[in-house]
């Protein structure tokens, strides 16, 4: 302030002196009537005053011009013209100094101002450069003079100005490998007059490495020669270090997504698929190189395996809720190749680090044989695996679901297979299962579509039956046993005993009316079965002779040898009858047996020999299956003991084996001995009479074999 104060007053003193001056100088030329041009002294304090004060410098040059033109009259009257003409002329002057005074500190004003801006300018470029990591540099193609900004300096890791820059400077600092490239580069642009951007390397002061974007272009004068190099360089060691480890996470990326064992689909924003991995591939049939830039329906092709119909877009429903979804049950997906697979999968948003969604991910995986699996297990949970009714544990879940006050009145309809055991034993389990799968056949064909039909146990079957009457339930019954009676398991009659309730109020308990209906059953069943087991043992004994005529008349001629025994012991009436009965069963467990081994012409081994002696348990299993037939099924269950014990099944001797079956014992050797056989040759009588009297008291009652020597053999 004190220096522009002193300025001020240096300019008004240096005014007030040169006017002063010119009124003196003026005052002794006229008082002494010396005429010279004084005047002109005048101009320096008007042009001083107009330049320095602009306005009011005006002003006081106005003054400065009336005064001296009275002063000029007071001495000189006669030069008024002249006078009045250099007033006009001092005002004149005075005026166009202040008009381009003011003109030129406008100018000057915006000068100043502009000078301000490019050094504020110059200075934030110089900031910008520092912190951006940029530099330029500029060189004269005619004199070589090269120019470096202080960022180029930096970049090198220099102080600027720390030394004198040369273009060649720029090439030095360029790491080895890359100033080829960079020399290449420069001489291009200059020689073809063109513009370049590189990225390189460069080596700084310190020794560190680091990467720089290298631009440069060339500008022409206005002959179109090459007059100037301008080029830039900027840091971008971070941007490719970020680049570095966006591609190693890139990389780890793709070998996860490609080792990862489900399929994994990438598609931008619009659906179009960016990343499809190996295991996808294989599952939708498509390659990936195929598959990029496909929409993802082309692609992903996926139904609903129950209704066949085409599945929504899980990209879109991503797109547009922004959260993770997973696909619907029962999802299909057909591959290329039209292959369909059970799939599971779930889709999720990728999205930017403002929450906007770029694009989605897709993983899913193939149960096709994880779901059979669970279907699996679901119809072993429900479903009985013979006849493929539904087991009882489904039964019983429903039976809750269906006692509703809606439903009455419900109708519970229970049957049993009748002779299945028999048939078991008799013909295998096989025909057993065979028998119940009939059954099961039958069942179903008479019930209505949503009829609850299930295997209770083993012999048994349920029917649940909502909004039923008793009489319905009955009708059910009756074209059950109609269909039943046109079936046959080979020559076994379908035979089903049937017990049926039903629950009219919603009070009364479901399970004491399923109980019901369980009695009645059993109270058919002791009325049917009896009956249906005699029919089974005489199919048994007909199938058995069927398939091995040799046996019937074996059985024929055992059972006749067996009366006659009988009635030289003086039997009663009743036990010779029993006798004539159990010698034409007593092989009947033989048709459990095969016929490979029943029928072999050599030595049995000790595993068909065990099979073998299997027949009289399966005989005594068979004949006691009916109660008329208990007794003869113990004759039966004991002809091969031996008098000493060491026979079979039970190992009993002497007394302890019923008399019956120590005579169908010797009957049954007599005959096997006398007759032909595929394992032995025939005997003659008296041989045959040897063997039975060197086996008394061992294999055969010796009483028995007495009185059959000599009361029916040699008695006839």
């Known amino acids: 302030m004190v220096n522009t104060k002193t300025r001020l007053n240096l300019k008004l003193s240096m005014?007030?002196?040169?006017?002063?001056?010119?009124?003196?100088?003026?005052?002794i030329c006229l008082s002494n009537r010396v005429y010279i041009i004084y005047q002109n002294l005048f101009y320096i304090p008007?042009?001083?005053?107009?330049?320095?004060?602009?306005?009011?410098?005006?002003?006081?040059?106005?003054?400065?011009?009336?005064?001296?033109?009275?002063?000029?009259?007071?001495?000189?009257?006669?030069?008024?013209?002249?006078?009045?003409?250099?007033?006009?002329?001092?005002?004149?002057?005075?005026?166009?100094?202040?008009?381009?005074?003011?003109?030129?500190k406008v100018q000057q004003s915006k000068i100043t101002n502009l000078n301000k801006m490019l050094k504020n300018d110059i200075e934030k470029f110089k900031?910008?450069?520092?912190?951006?990591?940029?530099?330029?540099?500029?060189?004269?193609?005619?004199?070589?003079?090269?120019?470096?900004?202080?960022?180029?300096?930096?970049?090198?890791?220099?102080?600027?100005?720390?030394?004198?820059?040369?273009?060649?400077?720029?090439?030095?600092?360029?790491?080895?490998?890359?100033?080829?490239?960079?020399?290449?580069?420069i001489d291009k642009a200059i020689n073809e007059k063109c513009s370049f951007t590189i990225e390189n390397r460069i080596v700084r002061s310190d020794g560190s490495i680091r990467w720089i974007l290298s631009t440069g272009y060339v500008e022409s004068n206005e002959y179109d020669e090459a007059e100037k190099f301008i080029g830039s360089l900027l840091d971008i060691t971070e941007r490719k270090l970020l680049e570095k480890s966006l591609e190693e996470e890139k990389e780890k990326l793709r070998i996860t997504i490609t080792s990862i064992g489900d399929g994994v689909i990438s598609t931008d924003i619009n659906g179009r698929i960016t990343i499809l991995n190996k295991v996808a591939e294989k599952l939708t049939g498509w390659?990936?190189?195929?598959?990029?830039?496909?929409?993802?329906?082309?692609?992903?092709?996926?139904?609903n395996e129950n209704t066949r119909v085409k599945c929504e877009n899980p990209i879109q429903r991503v797109v547009e809720r922004g959260t993770i979804i997973g696909?619907?049950?029962?999802?299909?997906?057909?591959?290329?190749?039209?292959?369909?697979?059970?799939?599971?999968?779930?889709?999720?948003?990728?999205?930017?680090?403002?929450?906007?969604?770029?694009?989605?991910?897709?993983?899913?995986?193939?149960?096709t044989e994880e779901k059979r699996k669970q279907d699996e297990i679901y119809y072993m949970s429900y479903y009985d695996?013979?006849?493929?009714?539904?087991?009882?544990?489904?039964?019983?879940?429903?039976?809750?679901?269906?006692?509703?006050?809606?439903?009455?009145?419900?109708?519970?309809?229970?049957?049993?297979?009748?002779?299945?055991?028999?048939?078991?034993?008799?013909?295998?389990?096989?025909?057993?299962?065979?028998?119940?799968?009939?059954?099961?056949?039958?069942?179903?064909?008479?019930?209505?579509?949503?009829?609850?039909?299930?295997?209770?146990?083993?012999?048994?079957f349920i029917i649940l039956l909502s909004k039923t009457k008793k009489e319905e339930a009955e009708a059910m019954v009756k074209r059950i046993k109609n269909i039943c009676s046109e079936m046959k398991i080979d020559s076994i009659d379908v035979s089903i005993s049937f017990g049926y309730d039903t629950k009219e109020n919603v009070d009364e308990d479901i399970f004491k009316i399923l109980k019901s209906a369980e009695d009645y059953m059993y109270n058919h069943k002791v009325v049917e079965s009896n009956s249906m087991r005699g029919n089974i043992i005489n199919?048994?004994?007909?199938?058995?002779?069927?398939?091995?005529?040799?046996?019937?008349?074996?059985?024929?001629?055992?059972?006749?040898?067996?009366?006659?025994?009988?009635?030289?012991?003086?039997?009663?009436?009743?036990?010779?009858?029993?006798?004539?009965v159990s010698g034409l069963l007593h092989d009947i467990g033989k048709i459990a047996i095969e016929d490979k081994v029943l029928n072999k012409p050599g030595c049995l081994t000790d595993q068909e020999w065990n099979e073998i002696k299997?027949?009289?348990?399966?005989?005594?299993?068979?004949?006691?299956?009916?109660?008329?037939?208990?007794?003869?099924a113990q004759y039966v269950l004991f002809h091969h003991e031996r008098f000493d014990g060491s026979g079979y099944p039970r190992g009993l001797k002497q007394e302890e084996i019923p008399l019956l079956s120590r005579i169908i014992a010797v009957a049954d050797s007599y005959d096997a001995m006398t007759n032909a056989r595929t394992y032995k040759k025939t005997l003659d009588k008296d041989t045959a009479i040897g063997e039975l009297i060197r086996n008394k008291g061992t294999q055969f009652d010796p009483n028995v074999v007495d009185v059959f020597i000599e009361k029916v053999l040699n008695n006839p």
């Not at 400065?64 to 033109?69: E, K, M, R, V």
């Not at 999802?331 to 930017?352: F, M, N, Q, V």
């Not at 049993?416 to 064909?445: C, P, Q, W, Y």
């Open 539 to 580: 199919t048994i004994l007909n199938t058995l002779h069927e398939k091995n005529p040799r046996e019937e008349k074996h059985s024929k001629r055992v059972s006749e040898l067996c009366q006659r025994i009988g009635a030289a012991m003086r039997l009663p009436e009743t036990e010779i009858n029993k006798l004539k």
């Open 15 to 27: 005014i007030i002196s040169t006017t002063v001056i010119a009124f003196a100088v003026s005052y």
């Open 46 to 104: 008007i042009l001083l005053s107009c330049f320095w004060y602009g306005k009011k410098g005006f002003i006081y040059s106005g003054a400065i011009a009336a005064t001296y033109f009275l002063f000029s009259l007071k001495y000189s009257p006669e030069t008024l013209w002249d006078e009045l003409v250099r007033l006009f002329i001092f005002i004149a002057i005075a005026l166009l100094t202040y008009k381009l005074t003011d003109r030129i």
């Open 327 to 367: 696909l619907a049950n029962h999802t299909a997906l057909i591959s290329k190749d039209g292959t369909e697979r059970s799939i599971a999968d779930s889709a999720a948003p990728i999205k930017d680090s403002d929450g906007n969604v770029q694009g989605v991910i897709l993983v899913f995986r193939d149960i």
């Open 127 to 185: 900031k910008v450069e520092m912190l951006s990591h940029l530099g330029s540099y500029e060189v004269d193609l005619k004199t070589g003079k090269t120019i470096w900004s202080d960022g180029m300096f930096r970049i090198f890791g220099y102080e600027p100005g720390s030394f004198e820059p040369t273009k060649e400077k720029r090439i030095e600092f360029t790491y080895p490998d890359d100033k080829e490239l960079v020399r290449k580069s």
């Open 385 to 460: 695996s013979l006849t493929g009714l539904y087991n009882r544990r489904f039964f019983e879940e429903e039976i809750k679901r269906i006692d509703t006050e809606k439903n009455l009145p419900i109708s519970i309809i229970m049957g049993d297979v009748n002779g299945l055991k028999l048939t078991n034993d008799a013909f295998g389990h096989s025909v057993g299962d065979r028998l119940l799968r009939k059954a099961a056949e039958a069942i179903k064909s008479a019930c209505r579509a949503d009829d609850i039909v299930a295997r209770w146990g083993g012999d048994e």
């Open 614 to 632: 299997r027949h009289p348990d399966i005989g005594y299993r068979i004949l006691s299956s009916s109660s008329e037939m208990m007794e003869i």
């Open 287 to 303: 390659k990936q190189e195929e598959a990029l830039g496909k929409p993802i329906e082309e692609v992903f092709n996926i139904i």
